[in-house]
């Protein structure tokens, strides 16, 4: 398969943004019954070979262990429990109400009992509308959503072969529900004390220093898709620092600046998976340079701390 197959935005906006609304009740399913992590790391979804997945949860909770799967290979949504009993339901052919309906009745089925906390979409145009009452967006086409799925993989796979080079603490490569993107992101040891005024999320995001990079799929402010990389608290002169390809650029967002490499330019170049790994590395060491950070120190070529196997290397 060609490496990054064409998601234009425009060509699967209703079916992205049923699906996007699946994921929220799912993650919001995965808030309830797993256990706080640091920076939210407890709440993304990490990918399969067939689709997403929300990890085991439960137990602690007093609820049975089990996992949400997203199956994008068939279209199923499948939750199961540790000792083998499941339900399965298609993702097509339902709206974003019956899909909790149908979510929420499996997981009574499975005798596990959880409440969601703000049964409503998380940041997104209609959050003050529960789940339960959206019968709009009820449009599945199956053959865009393996494709997203499938550029998902791809991209995964480049931010873990990035995330190898770099020692110090880092995210797993994991995706959003709630911005669906995926990405992965680069502390520092430096605390940050974020604005009173933050939100909770933000708070806890970005209690550290961090430089992220990752790749979304286009929303209304940005129409397309694109690999970006941004750097929290940002540098004073970071939108000046050279960027890699040619055709990547900083762009103003949100009173920052977001380093953006377009997914239709990444496809164009002779070789598309240099070209992003060239451009996260250039975002990545704009950031670190600006923000002086020891890069050299925090380096990990090959993924290789052991100093035995550095020096032979």
């Known amino acids: 398969m060609k490496l990054f197959s064409p998601v234009p935005l425009a060509e699967w906006q209703n079916t992205k943004e049923t699906l996007h609304r699946f994921l929220q009740v799912v993650g919001k399913i995965r808030l309830a ?33 089990f996992t949400i799967d997203f199956d994008f290979a068939g279209h199923r949504l499948d939750i199961a429990r540790l000792d083998g009993k499941a339900v399965s339901f298609p993702l097509y052919g339902r709206s974003v109400a019956s899909f909790y309906e149908d ?19 998380f940041d997104l145009p209609d959050s003050e509308r529960p789940f339960a009452e959206d019968t709009e967006h009820a449009t599945y086409e199956p053959a865009m959503v393996t ?15 990035f995330a190898a ?15 669906f993107d995926i990405a992965c992101t680069r502390f520092s040891e430096r605390h940050v004390d974020p604005s009173p005024d933050a939100d909770p999320v933000t708070r806890e995001a970005y209690s550290r220093e961090v ?36 055709a990547a650029q900083w762009t103003a967002r949100g009173g920052s600046h977001l380093a953006v490499l377009r997914h239709a330019d990444a496809r164009a170049d002779t070789d598309p998976h240099a070209a992003v790994l060239a451009f996260y590395e250039s975002a990545y060491r704009a950031g670190a340079r600006r923000a002086g950070w020891d890069v050299a120190r925090l380096a990990c070529p090959g993924g290789i701390t052991d100093p035995l196997l550095r020096v032979k290397a």
């Not at 979510?103 to 979409?121: E, G, K, S, W």
């Not at 929303?219 to 941004?230: G, K, L, N």
């Open 33 to 65: 019954a797993g256990v706080r992590r640091n920076h939210w790391w407890n709440a993304p979804f990490h990918l399969t070979g067939r689709g997403l997945t929300t990890r085991p949860m439960g137990q602690a909770d007093g609820n049975p262990i």
């Open 103 to 121: 979510t929420m009745q499996a997981l009574a089925d499975l005798d596990i009992h959880l409440r969601i906390d703000i049964p409503r979409p």
């Open 147 to 161: 494709r997203y799925w499938q550029v998902l993989s791809q991209v995964n796979l480049l931010l873990e072969e």
């Open 165 to 179: 080079s770099y020692s110090g603490k880092i995210s797993p490569v994991h995706h959003f529900w709630h911005t």
């Open 211 to 246: 430089i992220s990079a990752g790749f979304w799929f286009g929303d209304d402010t940005f129409p397309e898709p694109a690999f970006y990389s941004y750097t929290a608290p940002e540098p004073e002169g970071l939108e000046n620092e050279p960027l890699l390809p040619p």
